[in-house]
């Protein structure tokens, strides 16, 4: 009998917590609500059903922390830990997967509770405390929740929705619940997400599966024309936004259909498991299906059949239906009431979405600031079973008008199927037939077999069912159960037992069908009932209650037994019960809640008690005995075993035991069943267990006995001396031997067992201190049968064992002819140490060591690793043999899989593939010995130096690489959010230069935003730290504040005229303030994560002026200007602050798209137009739901729509998306039928359709869009009055969007020959007659235009640039020559004429594209490509003849547009490459086209031609330095921009756009992005930069404004940004490229930099001196360098010991003296601590220097001092080569030396030897630690054994000379003198009796000696001191 914890009253935490919730809003408080609604919402709150209707319930699961995990936490560097709690939503429990190793489960568990009642929920997590107050979750729902439980991990990450995570780990430790209402489902999560998803029918049950979950519909009919047709009641949901899909159901017999049976009731589903155990009304039996994923042939079979059938499943009742919820261990089902119905509609709920996440958070980390079981606790089971009362429901009009909908919708694909497997066989089953169970689970025993049992209430009943190979597909159920007693049952899955309630009354544990043993629970306090109170006076026996009963008042039989004497709670017998006892009550009605080892008692009144069973141990130590003993006994001996060690560990009255007394009963016990039976006068035995069962009895028995006596004195002395103990108490006669216990035959295999345990344990160091109880124990069972070289071993470990000698038990003859497995005493004794050092010494005849899985694996994984390391692969398992032992308990567990390795690659990373598969990791290899640790250290640092390239974090975490670390966690499913943190002390790409302020400057800086707030970063203050030029980029865009006008008030001029002229000064500043947006959108493009909460702020585009003296503010007021001169820039104010938002930025969802929009001004919803089209082109307009798409179009404000629609279709470039293909089509004409409705539809709105066709269509070559974009391309004015305004543009952008669609495919599309792309738009490039029209529309152009007439010709004014760009980008970089040179321009004067000079920069262009690969960036190519015919001095004009007549305009108006064009054919080219001789090329031509006005060209040419191209070869210049901020452009833009005022009338607003446009590329994104070289960003750039700007701001007429802001498509962030990974600062570094075809390392501008384009590089490497090398490496780890690039992110690296960063030594002068001790040949034997501090800064020498090593010679005494030598030596060593993980490997070699010099120990000595063995055999270099410096102090430890060799003399020739040692010469040696004899025979390899047969009686010399011991082959060491010993005894 066992004894459960005091049980305490058990209160759900969440009933407290719902006395105090105010409950449900009231809808009375809302209002502006109609009365009609408010008046069915009242009827609907109607209740006429029973007033409990809405009971409670609850669900209790474990959580669990791993201790040891925790306490590694702990040791993280501060920086980390405090990031992670700042950021981490708290990792919620995990569900532990099955282990065989039950016994080794450190944890320590508490539990979360999910209470409902009515409308609300609580989660809560811990156990309940009156100290402290636990963290608590509420949430509330509209309706009253019918069921609640917690969801497993796959489904909330399950279903379609599955995210692919490489490393991380931060999503697999998702935690949460779901709650069911009325018509919705609602999935909370851990880390702040939330799930709606409304319901389609109302649900009676919800079953977990390992797929999600399943949900059985209320039962009802749907009546369809006089028909009753039952429809599918089983539906599955694998994730809260998957579709519910029906279940399909394959019975025994194959047949295959929906689940709709009427007679099928579902009894049990679990979440770990995906078997279903239903009971069938028609057969009375249950039976079992397991559900997995159907098949295409069984969707379709069941798609052809009739939906016909009987009826639905029935409700399953509970046996408790009145005042007690049911519950199911390993199952959850929910019954209760369903009201009303609602439509569908899937999506994440949003509602306050940032204060639930933050919320969350807190209430997680409330948890992880509890202590020990309350804190970060990381373990779940099984749902629970929770049930609400149930109601009735009828059909609802709704579903009948479904029913008969006469359209039916898209049928919805089964997933899931339930595949019959087997059914119960009730034959010889005494019960009641037709017996439906009440409850069900599944169970694991203590032999790993599995059972699905299930109760019968009625009968009182559990019956267990036996699964075979589960959870494998080859399941086998047994056709046989078994069935126990009992009134209710629950699994303990954490004891792998079965608390079971018998008939009686009494609480016993089963383990499968096995009873393990009563509980004992104490009393309970109930108040008296009337009715029980009257049962239980009825009750026949009133007598004093069992022991072995739950509680005392629990009815019992009728006849008393010996059993009631037995087990009386006490000797004084209690009066007799009367009616007002408390206790009369205490009658258990049932268990529930089973977590852990707990679990809840119900009793009557609503009462209920919660109890803890004691688990079946404690401690590391016996748990591993119990393991190996798993692996060595049959099934029925250990299961015997098990029973009998939990009974005797926990009887009643017992308390916690120390690691000595457990093993004490444990021993006890073993030695009991293995038939060693102690006498009783065997002091040892009967004091060894401190409680026993017998206790009372003999306490009752010794009464008598009241004083005390000399032999008990005499005893307690005995007892107290360890010495006397050991030589008094070997008596050996009485002890005796039973050879008919069940595990005698079983003692040599427990024997070597427990050996191969004990070596073990001399591997972990945290095991160390239970080797001496291992030891006592082995040492005696080898004395006693005898085993010489075991009790050798033994011996050598712990000396005190010599004095122990004689048997206590005599095994004979007979006895070992009973036993079993003999030989598997191996002699000599095994030995982990000596294995290894025959390794070392590659001693292949040593013999090999026997493993036994589960008892000695890591001995096993240790020896084959050091063999690997030592001697390779081939040879790892030379030292090593399986040892197995047949019919145990562990083959019912799966093996383990097989390991392998890559022989091809360097040692060192075999052995790191090795460790992997090992589960090894660092800190498991620093728990190691220290020679182990030594030894695999320094094979690691092989590769720490040369890491491998592209492997797991794991690889990298093991050689101590924490930077390739980080990078490893850059997998291609890189998580958005950690590019980006709000923790001040982790620096990143938008990291402020300076700590936030909240003095009032930064306030005031927040009331003038100018949307530039966040610029002043850490990046740039690296990239540029010695000038301005930030601050000056940042003042020449700013558009929010007022411009000076600086004008004085000339003599004479009257106030009218000057208050006129600083108005037409305003006007010429506001043009170029109204183009500051354009450039500020690309100076801040991607530089902000906005918070969910607050909109975003757009800057105010700021028109007014403003005096420097009286500071009066000017308006335009006097003058004329245009009314809607604000529009567009307005429009593109919102793009630049739309496009500040990252596209990593999360929560931008529809929700807050929509909640950013404002509401009055007509200029602020033009900003929000500009505002949607920048989301668009950062990709957040995917979330933007089609209800809020509709909104917005349905206004029909033009500037919304032309954003929207923009937005949309750059969000879905390339996709073909259906969508939005028909959004576009409703405002594109030529798409939509020739019968459709005509829209007037604004002109730029169809032209900005036309650019989102193409680009949704991109490069996708689609026919129908081709064909149709041609047409537009060229579509005729008219009919009347319509398409007789800015037809360029719509011509234009049809071109554009053409070229998108067939970008670079040529002629190579075969769908698209037949439509002669090439030759018809050569056609509306030079002209011709105009051809008839074809299409849907060409009825309609049957009418001409009554406005434009255009002859019978077509107007290439209108179609050629559309045409021109369109050949370009369709034929890019496809070198057809036969097209290029339809783009080569007229070589002579006369066809000169023929073609507008603007045409031919189009050309030039489309020239360019085409032959993209003839580009250069030099000077000749670009002037060569004026035609030759027509060159002429710049500088003095054509030559003419006096014969011709030459067009002086039109040749040099051609020579600028062509050598512009040509200009912007290399600024595309070579955009972002930062090329120098591109720089040289086109800052000649700027300087030229400077230098034009008032020459030749600057006469002929005119003012706005060289304009025009001197910002087109501006713009190509800042492409070229795309992001580098590159200060000599910046000049020359800033004086471009300097030109105002009427003397500058050439300059435009065209010209401010370009040049702010050129200023924005020069700092694109802050300095973090470049442009990239991809066909569609050459494509994107051709639309954004198309050479026509506008004239002023409201000009559209060629070019769509909002087209400009496409660049964006063209952006790509190529920043390498180095971070110091200890520091977690940015900083500087050299980086090294190796492009593709080349040999040599180029060294390129030190990071933080842009790096070339990828694809021309191979290698990317840090070969900075201060730093470890990094390399990224194509086709190996390139990946992470594109996922780091693309999200911005910082690429760590990690910085030497000693030197210095860029930034704090900018010369490496300081470094110098950091090189000098660096150096390899530099060694050091004195060492001042000053010289330490002044080589590193760094923290931890500091406080090592200041803590132990500042110390005077004068006040310590000498040994001290000398240990801080030693001690600094050791240090300088491990800091100068930067190997500070070397220091404790040196520290602890110090402190095994010092402790073999004090007092020694076999674990001491045997590192030491190890070591020496390994620096003598190991063949390569010892790059890891300081050979020198470890031998120096083994030499003065040889020199200390050589002292002790002499002193010790005479035992040590006793030892060598006679076979045993004598105990009465040993007992004069002290226990220091012992420990150091036992320490040299161990270092020197002695043996006893080693010189018995050596022929040495003559022989007195030294050669003597060493001829004689040679031909023993003994070893050098031991030879020596064999020859020491005996010449000293010579002599």
Request: hydrophobic letters at 40%.
């Amino acid at each position: 009998m066992i004894e459960a914890a005091e049980p305490l009253e058990f209160i759900p935490q969440g009933r407290l917590a719902f006395e105090e919730h105010p409950g449900p809003l009231d809808t009375k408080n809302h209002l502006l609500l109609p009365s009609e609604y408010i008046l069915l919402q009242r009827l609907q709150n109607v209740n006429i059903s029973e007033p409990d209707e809405h009971n409670e319930f609850w669900c209790l699961r474990e959580i669990y922390e791993d201790c040891s995990e925790r306490k590694v936490q702990a040791r993280i560097v501060k920086p980390q830990k405090k990031q992670t709690f700042s950021k981490q939503k708290f990792k919620p429990p995990k569900i532990p997967q099955p282990t065989h190793d039950y016994m080794c489960d450190y944890v320590i568990n508490s539990e979360e509770e999910l209470y409902i009642k009515k409308h609300t929920a609580f989660w809560t997590r811990g156990i309940s405390d009156d100290d402290i107050v636990l963290p608590r979750l509420c949430f509330t729902c509209e309706t009253p929740i019918k069921f609640g439980f917690f969801c497993n991990k796959s489904f909330i990450i399950g279903g379609k929705h599955k995210k692919n995570n490489a490393e991380n780990d931060n999503e697999d430790d998702i935690s949460a619940v779901c709650l069911i209402d009325s018509n919705s489902l609602r999935v909370y999560c851990s880390n702040g997400e939330d799930f709606l998803n409304n319901l389609e029918f109302p649900v009676s049950n919800v079953w977990p599966t390992r797929f999600g979950i399943l949900l059985e519909k209320v039962a009802s009919k749907t009546v369809v024309q006089n028909m009753t047709i039952a429809m599918p009641r089983l539906f599955s949901l694998s994730h809260p936004l998957d579709e519910i899909c029906p279940v399909l159901n394959k019975t025994s017999t194959n047949i295959i259909s929906y689940l709709i049976e009427s007679d099928y009731i579902i009894i049990f589903s679990s979440e770990i498991s995906d078997l279903l155990l239903l009971y069938d009304n028609k057969i009375g039996k249950h039976f079992v299906s397991r559900l997995r994923r159907a098949t295409e042939e069984e969707i379709n079979a069941v798609g052809g059949q009739n939906e016909t059938g009987v009826s639905v499943l029935h409700n399953f009742n509970s046996i408790n239906r009145g005042g007690v919820n049911s519950y199911s261990h390993n199952s959850m089902k929910f019954t209760g009431a369903t009201s009303k119905n609602s439509t569908t509609n899937y999506g994440r709920s949003s509602l306050a979405n940032s204060n639930y996440s933050s919320y969350i958070s807190k209430f997680f980390s409330g948890a992880l600031s509890m202590s020990g079981a309350f804190g970060n606790l990381n373990r779940t089971t099984p749902l629970n079973h929770l049930q609400s009362t149930m109601g009735q429901h009828s059909i609802l009009m709704h579903d009948m008008r479904k029913g008969g909908q006469s359209q039916p919708s898209k049928p919805i694909v089964p997933e899931l199927c339930l595949e019959h497997i087997w059914t119960e066989n009730i034959f010889g089953n005494n019960r009641e037939f037709c017996e439906i169970s009440s409850k069900a689970f599944l169970h694991t025993d203590l032999l790993g077999e599995t059972f699905l049992c299930y109760l019968l209430s009625r009968s009182s009943k559990l019956q267990l069912v036996r699964l075979t190979n589960y959870p494998k597909k080859i399941l086998q159920i047994s056709t046989m159960s078994t069935t126990i007693p009992a009134k209710d049952a629950v699994c303990l899955e954490r004891m792998k037992m079965i608390a079971v309630l018998d008939p009686s009354g009494s609480l016993i544990l089963y383990t499968g069908g096995i009873l393990v043993s009563k509980v004992h629970v104490g009393p309970v306090i109930m108040p008296p009932t009337g009715t029980i109170l009257t049962s239980f006076i009825k009750s026949p026996n009133l007598s004093f209650p069992r022991r072995s009963s739950l509680l005392p008042t629990v009815q019992k039989p009728g006849d008393s037994t010996f059993d009631d004497e037995l087990h009386f709670l006490s000797p004084v017998h209690p009066l007799q019960p009367t009616a007002t006892n408390r206790c009369v009550n205490a009658v258990c009605l049932g268990l529930r809640d089973p977590v852990g080892n707990r679990l809840t008692l119900v009793y009557p009144s609503d009462k209920m008690y919660r109890i803890a069973l004691p688990l079946i141990n404690e401690t590391k130590f016996i748990s591993r005995c119990i393991s190996a003993l798993r692996q060595i006994l049959k099934k029925e001996e250990f299961l015997q075993m098990i029973i009998r060690w939990y009974a005797a560990r926990n009887p009643p009255g017992s308390r916690d035991y120390t690691i000595e007394q457990e093993w004490k009963v444990f021993m006890n016990l073993l030695l009991e069943l293995m038939g060693l039976l102690a006498s009783n006068n065997d002091t040892s035995a009967s004091t060894s267990t401190s409680f026993n069962a017998e206790e009372p009895k003999k306490r009752k028995k010794n009464d008598e006995i009241t004083e005390g006596t000399d032999e008990d004195w005499t005893f307690m002395l005995k007892i107290l001396d360890g010495k006397t103990e050991n030589n008094t108490l070997n008596i050996t006669n009485n002890n005796r031997i039973d050879t008919n216990a069940c595990l005698f035959k079983k003692v040599p295999s427990i024997f070597c067992g427990l050996h191969l345990l004990y070596e073990d344990f001399k591997l972990d160091e945290s095991l160390y201190d239970c080797l001496p109880y291992l030891a006592k124990f082995l040492h005696q069972m080898a004395i006693d049968m005898e085993l010489t070289t075991y009790i050798f071993h033994y011996t050598l470990d712990f000396p005190k064992l010599a004095f122990k000698t004689s048997k206590e038990f005599i095994f004979t003859e007979q006895h070992a002819a009973q036993m079993l497995h003999k030989e598997f005493l191996i002699e000599p004794a095994p030995s982990i140490y000596m294995q290894l050092e025959y390794i070392l010494k590659g001693n292949l005849k040593a013999a090999r060591y026997s493993y036994v899985d589960g008892i000695n694996n890591l001995s096993r994984n240790i020896l084959q690793i050091i063999s690997l390391i030592m001697h390779g692969h081939k040879k790892s398992k030379n030292w090593i043999k399986p040892l197995s032992f047949s019919e145990t308990v562990e083959t019912n567990y799966q093996n383990q899989p097989k390991r392998c390795i890559f022989v091809n690659v360097p040692r060192s990373e075999q052995v790191i593939q090795l460790l992997i598969m090992m589960g090894i990791k660092r800190k498991d290899i620093e728990r190691l010995p220290i020679a182990i640790h030594l030894i695999i250290a320094q094979c690691l640092e092989y590769s720490r130096l040369n890491p491998p390239i592209g492997c797991t974090p794991a690889t990298y975490e093991l050689i101590l690489r924490s930077e390739l670390v980080e990078h490893a966690k850059l997998s291609a499913d890189f998580v958005k959010k950690n590019c980006h943190t709000s923790n001040p002390d982790i620096e990143d790409s938008l990291s402020a230069r300076c700590p936030p302020s909240r003095s009032g400057i930064a306030k005031m800086e927040a009331i003038l935003d100018d949307g530039m707030d966040n610029i002043d970063t850490k990046l740039l203050s690296l990239r540029f730290p010695d000038d301005m030029r930030i601050a000056e980029v940042r003042r020449l865009l700013t558009s929010s504040e007022s411009v000076l006008i600086d004008i004085t008030q000339s003599p004479g001029t009257s106030d009218h005229d000057f208050i006129e002229e600083q108005e037409k000064q305003l006007f010429a500043m506001c043009t170029r303030t109204m183009t500051l947006p354009m450039g500020r959108g690309m100076f801040t493009l991607r530089t902000s994560m906005p918070t969910p909460t607050e909109s975003m702020p757009i800057p105010k585009l700021c028109l007014t002026g403003k005096e420097p003296i009286k500071g009066a503010t000017i308006e335009m007021q006097q003058i004329e200007f245009p009314a809607n001169m604000s529009l567009w820039p307005t429009f593109h104010n919102g793009v630049a602050a739309g496009l500040k938002i990252s596209p990593n930025a999360r929560d931008v969802d529809s929700t807050w798209i929509v909640y950013n929009k404002p509401k009055g001004q007509t200029d602020i919803s033009t900003e929000h137009a500009g505002f949607l089209m920048a989301l668009g082109l950062n990709g957040h307009l995917k979330t933007l739901s089609f209800m809020s798409v509709y909104e917005y179009l349905v206004k029909c404000d033009e500037m919304t729509s032309i954003g929207l629609l923009l937005g949309i279709s750059a969000t879905h470039r390339g996709t073909m998306d259906n969508t939005t293909t028909k959004l576009l089509s409703v405002h594109i004409e030529a798409l939509l039928p020739a019968t459709a409705l005509e829209l007037d539809i604004p002109q730029n709105i169809q032209v900005a359709s036309l650019m989102g066709i193409g680009l949704v269509y991109q490069s996708t070559a689609k026919r129908h869009i081709a064909e149709v974009l041609l047409q537009e391309v060229g579509r005729p004015p008219g009919p009347e009055m319509e398409n007789s305004i800015e037809r360029e543009s719509y011509a234009l952008t049809a071109g554009l969007a053409l070229g998108l669609v067939t970008l670079g495919q040529g002629e190579s599309p075969a769908g698209l020959r037949d439509l002669q792309l090439p030759d018809t738009l050569h056609y509306y490039m030079v002209g011709g007659n105009k051809r008839n029209l074809t299409g849907s529309q060409k009825e309609k152009y049957k009418l001409p235009s009554f406005q434009v007439r255009e002859g019978d010709n077509v107007n290439i004014d209108v179609t050629a640039p559309g045409a021109t760009l369109a050949l370009g980008l369709m034929f890019f970089n496809t070198n057809n020559r036969a097209v290029a040179e339809w783009m080569d321009p007229p070589n002579t004067r006369y066809l000169l004429d023929l073609v507008r000079p603007d045409l031919l920069l189009l050309r030039t262009i489309a020239r360019g594209l085409i032959l993209w690969s003839n580009i250069e960036p030099s000077e000749n190519w670009l002037f060569n490509q004026f035609p030759e015919n027509l060159r002429f001095d710049i500088m003095r004009g054509a030559t003419v003849k006096d014969s011709e007549d030459i067009d002086h305009e039109a040749i040099t108006q051609a020579y600028c547009n062509i050598i512009a064009g040509a200009a912007f054919c290399i600024g595309i080219k070579y955009a972002g490459t930062e090329n120098q001789e591109a720089f040289k090329t086109l800052r000649m031509a700027i300087k030229m086209f400077l230098g034009f006005p008032g020459k030749y060209i600057g006469e002929f040419a005119g003012r706005t031609t060289i304009e025009t191209s001197l910002m087109l070869i501006l713009v190509s210049i800042s492409l070229v330095f795309a992001g580098s901020g590159d200060l000599e452009i910046l000049r020359i833009i800033r004086y471009l921009r300097s030109r105002i005022g009427p003397q500058h009338s050439q300059v435009t607003y065209g010209s401010h756009l370009a040049i702010h446009m050129s200023l924005g590329l020069l700092f694109l994104g802050a300095g973090r992005f470049t442009i990239a070289k991809t066909p569609e960003a050459v494509a994107a750039l051709v639309c954004a930069f198309f050479p026509k700007f506008p004239n002023h701001s409201n000009d559209n007429r060629y070019h769509l404004q909002a087209f400009r802001h496409l660049y964006v498509l063209a952006v790509e962030p190529r920043l390498f940004l180095p971070r110091d990974i200890d520091t977690k600062k940015l900083c500087l570094c050299s980086i090294s490229v190796l492009e593709v075809g080349s040999k040599e390392l180029k060294r390129i501008p030190m990071a933080p930099c842009m790096l070339p384009n990828l694809d021309t590089l191979q290698k990317v490497i840090v070969d900075d001196p201060n730093y470890w090398p990094v390399c990224f490496e194509k086709n190996r780890n390139w990946q992470q360098l594109i996922n780091a690039l693309k999200n911005s992110a910082c690429i760590d690296i990690k910085k030497r010991s000693g030197c210095l960063s860029h930034l704090e030594d900018p010369d490496r002068l300081k470094s110098l003296f950091a090189q000098t001790l660096t150096t390899e040949q530099y060694n050091c034997w004195e060492i001042d601590t000053k010289t330490l501090e002044r080589f590193s800064n760094e923290s931890y020498v500091i406080a090592f220097t200041d803590r132990f090593l500042h110390m005077d010679k004068d006040s310590v005494n000498d040994i001290e001092y000398q240990k801080k030598q030693q001690l600094t030596l050791l240090f300088y060593n491990a800091v100068i080569r930067d190997k500070m993980h070397v220091l404790p490997i040196y520290l602890a070699i110090f402190d095994h030396i010092c402790r073999i010099k004090k007092l020694p120990s076999s674990i001491d000595v045997w590192q030491i030897k190890l070591i020496d063995t390994y620096i003598d055999h190991y063949q390569k270099d010892h790059i890891l630690f300081s050979k020198e410096l470890v031998n120096s102090n083994l030499e003065r430890l040889k020199l200390y054994f050589e002292n002790s060799l002499h002193e010790l003399n005479v035992y040590l020739k006793l030892f060598v000379s006679t076979s045993s040692f004598d105990a009465s010469i040993l007992a004069d040696l002290s226990t220091a003198d012992m420990a150091r004899l036992m320490a040299i025979i161990n270092y020197y390899n002695l043996t006893p009796n080693v010189v018995e047969h050596l022929n040495i009686s003559n022989t007195i010399c030294y050669e003597g000696y060493l001829y004689e011991l040679a031909k023993n082959k003994l070893e050098p060491r031991t030879i020596f001191s064999l020859i020491k010993i005996l010449l000293q005894n010579s002599d």
